[in-house]
């Protein structure tokens, strides 16, 4: 078995005195593993870290074998990446959030998207917004996506402005109102592309929206803890933002 692709590095753990198991995110095949022979040596080293785009060829003698990577690097953006709180935070959040979906499971659309983000992480007031919008496209490949384009309550497809907490739908100014301390707040950038996230205190409720949807289909359902990276991630974004008027404390931001 062989095949080639292209991919991103999200995780190594050691196998052997000199060989390391590259967990990677491709196009056509999903997150995969592979060993990678020499991969500890100084000529890999460098190329198999987390965020770096490769070029990859996989042999097996069966497709269900662990198989082996010959690697090439296509993209080394890893040591920019690592210039930052947001971009160090930001590759390990989206890289567990990769590790949710099952092995070997094609995701195309996530793949590009994680390269697109990563190559935006140095850009601060886009890093948190496209990573808001990265784990919507999670949830939905995993099946919860959030339905944003009309009111759940009267179909309407304007001043959507909240979203049910019950059933992820968008929910206007006018059907919320009664129900408003319930539910959670829409920023208008999820909904119209042209509409720039502008300040922390807005970015704070999309991490909340997408937040509470991952709790609550993904982490509490698995029962398993909610990725450290994610919190250390939205602290940094919402740290690059400027605040709104009044200034909220970066704990309340979220909540």
Same mark, same amino acid.
């Given at each position: ?157 304007? $001043? ?19 129900? %408003? ?18 300040? %922390? ?42 605040? %709104? ?6 704990? $309340?931001?979220?909540?």
């Amino acid at each position: 078995m062989e095949w080639r692709d292209e991919g991103i590095i999200l995780g190594l753990r050691k196998h052997g005195e000199t060989s390391v198991i590259a967990e990677v995110m491709t196009h056509a095949h999903g997150r995969h593993l592979g060993i990678v022979r020499g991969g500890r040596s100084k000529r890999l080293q460098p190329v198999l870290q987390p965020g770096n785009s490769v070029d990859l060829v996989w042999r097996a003698r069966l497709d269900e074998h662990l198989g082996q990577y010959q690697v090439e690097v296509l993209n080394a953006r890893a040591g920019r990446l690592m210039e930052s709180a947001i971009g160090v935070h930001g590759v390990q959040a989206m890289a567990a959030l990769l590790r949710l979906l099952p092995e070997r499971d094609s995701h195309p659309r996530l793949h590009d998207a994680f390269a697109v983000i990563l190559d935006s992480l140095d850009t601060p007031e886009q890093a948190g917004a496209l990573y808001v919008r990265f784990e919507l496209a999670v949830l939905e490949d995993l099946g919860f996506g959030l339905d944003l384009s009309a009111c759940a309550a009267t179909g309407v497809r304007t $001043e959507l402005i909240y979203v049910s907490p019950k059933s992820g739908r968008a929910v206007s100014a006018a059907a919320g109102a009664p129900w %408003a301390e319930r539910m959670l707040a829409l920023p208008q950038f999820l909904t119209d592309r042209d509409c720039p996230c502008t300040n %922390a205190e807005v970015l704070g409720q999309a991490f909340r929206l997408t937040g509470y949807f991952l709790d609550r289909h993904v982490f509490e359902a698995r029962g398993i803890e909610p990725p450290i990276s994610r919190e250390s991630f939205c602290t940094a974004a919402l740290r690059a933002m400027p605040p %709104a008027d009044p200034v909220l404390p970066e704990t $309340e931001l979220m909540k």
